[in-house]
């Protein structure tokens, strides 16, 4: 069965530090796609990084980095130089097809919290 | 409005009332999704609407029933709510055909039933 598992429930860290967020996932699909979610107080989910099975490069996108790693079935997140805005819940996710369209399989997420 | 909106953002009601949670999305997406939030509980998908049809509905119960009436609409009637129903209902959209499944969502609406 799709699983994935973000064992971090809560993370503290202090400005300008660096964290990274792990997100461990279970799989017998060859084709599937992993994503990265941000939700803030507010509530919206907003979107991150969406990462093909076949696309083991890591990727970086200013203070953002991806690390794929299929032989462990991890694809962690790590920020640089945190801010206080990074605070939130970050969702990992695995992406199942369905009949016409895909589902999300969502881990438990972890709580970000950057104190000034 | 660009994105996937989602009236009203806060709703109170008893539990013999009956309301409708309204999503719209403004991507040019073809389907839809219904997801609840609890606390301390993971996303949990409700429902799947693809061309407007119904592709998924994940063992919620009748009390919740979603209505999709074209591509850009999807609306959730409540009645007969339970305590245990108050959550963060989100919906989001994507496009399957055009070969990314990446889901949008919007900023949900905060259910309480008293």
């Known amino acids: 069965a799709q699983k994935v598992t973000q064992a971090q429930t809560e993370i503290s860290v202090v400005e300008k530090e660096d964290v990274t967020l792990d997100c461990v996932y279970e799989?017998?699909?060859?084709?599937?796609?992993l994503f990265w979610y941000k939700q803030p107080p507010s509530g919206e989910l907003v979107f991150l990084i969406r990462?093909?099975?076949?696309?083991?490069q890591n990727e970086i996108s200013g203070r953002y980095s991806w690390n794929f790693q299929k032989s462990t079935s991890s694809f962690n997140f790590t920020i640089t130089a945190s801010q206080v805005v990074d605070s939130a819940v970050y969702f990992c996710?695995?992406?199942?097809?369905?009949?016409?369209?895909?589902?999300?399989?969502f881990g438990s997420g972890t709580r970000l919290l950057v104190r000034p | 409005e660009t994105g996937v909106t989602q009236t009203p953002r806060h709703l109170v009601m008893g539990m013999t009332n009956k309301k409708s949670l309204k999503c719209e999305q403004h991507?040019?997406?073809?389907?839809m999704y219904w997801y609840k939030q609890s606390a301390k509980k993971p996303l949990e998908l409700m429902f799947v609407?693809?061309?407007?049809?119904?592709?998924e509905n994940n063992s919620v119960p009748s009390r919740f029933s979603p209505e999709c009436p074209n591509s850009s609409h999807l609306f959730l009637h409540l009645h007969t709510l339970q305590p245990e129903d108050s959550a963060l209902y989100l919906c989001?959209?994507?496009?399957?055909?055009?070969?990314?499944?990446?889901?949008?969502f919007g900023p949900g609406t905060r259910l309480t039933v008293l």
């Open positions: 799989t017998r699909d060859t084709t599937y796609y």
């Open positions: 991507l040019g997406h073809n389907a």
């Open positions: 996710a695995l992406s199942e097809q369905g009949d016409s369209s895909y589902k999300l399989i």
């Open positions: 989001a959209s994507s496009q399957p055909l055009a070969g990314t499944d990446t889901q949008y």
């Open positions: 609407y693809n061309f407007k049809e119904q592709t």
């Open positions: 990462r093909n099975s076949f696309d083991e």
